[in-house]
Every structure is written in structure tokens, then in C-alpha cells.
């Protein structure tokens, strides 16, 4: 059985930063395109960034380019969000993804965390 385990959310400040991590089980993560996406209340779910198997390409949305990065440890097992500079906008629960193209289209991504709260008062 798959499981995403997301951890690292919270609440904090504007300008304040938390580190997210995914921690896969039932999967090598080495095999997978990770992604993170966020879903704000009476949203929809966006992309957020995503990295490659190998190498370890990375892509961000425009939203968090400069404030975020991934990162991934396959040793691990695990891949990370350092979220830098947050903002209140950037509220939102905050979903792991793994699956086999560098997307970042959500219906693309095979397997699925249940996410974790990331709360940015003003």
C-alpha cells in the first residue's frame, strides 16, 4: 500500500519559514517526479514546484519562484518544501505528489498525501 506522509506544516508570521517534508511508503522515490500542491479554502488545488527522479530538476510556479525550494533525498526517502518569505497568501493545505512525468498538471501525479495546514497570519 502507498502512503504520502506529509509533515512540517503550522502557523506563522508573514516573512517567517517552515520546512515541509513527504516521507513515501510503499514506493522508491528515486522512481517518481515529486510534486507539491497547495489547495486554499475556495480554491483550487495549484502546482507549487516539482523535481525530477534524477538530477533533480526543479520548477516552481511564479507565486513562490525565489521564495521556495524543493528538494529531494532519495537515501531518505523523502522530499522537502523550504517555504522562505511567507506570506499570508500563501495559506493553504499543502499536498505531496509522486508520479512518473515532470507535470504540473495534478491529474498527472499517481499517488497523493492527505496534506498539511500551512497558516500565514498577517
Known amino acids: 500500500q502507498v502512503q504520502l506522509v506529509e509533515s512540517g506544516g503550522g502557523l506563522v508570521q508573514a516573512g517567517a519559514s517552515l520546512r515541509l517534508s513527504c516521507a513515501p511508503s510503499?514506493?522508491?522515490?528515486?522512481?517518481?517526479?515529486m510534486g507539491w500542491f497547495r489547495q486554499a479554502p475556495g480554491k483550487e488545488r495549484e502546482f507549487v514546484a516539482r523535481?525530477?527522479?534524477?538530477?533533480?530538476?526543479?520548477f516552481y510556479a511564479d507565486s513562490v519562484k525565489g521564495r521556495f525550494t524543493i528538494s529531494r533525498d532519495n537515501a531518505k526517502n523523502t522530499v522537502y518544501l523550504q517555504m522562505d518569505s511567507l506570506k499570508p497568501e500563501d495559506t493553504a493545505v499543502y499536498y505531496c505528489?509522486?508520479?512518473?512525468?515532470?507535470?504540473?498538471?495534478?491529474?498527472?501525479?499517481?499517488?497523493w498525501g492527505r496534506g498539511t495546514q500551512v497558516t500565514v497570519s498577517s
Open positions: 510503499g514506493i522508491t522515490l528515486s522512481a517518481y517526479v
Open positions: 523535481i525530477t527522479r534524477i538530477g533533480g530538476r526543479s
Open positions: 505528489a509522486a508520479g512518473p512525468i515532470a507535470t504540473i498538471t495534478s491529474t498527472h501525479y499517481d499517488y
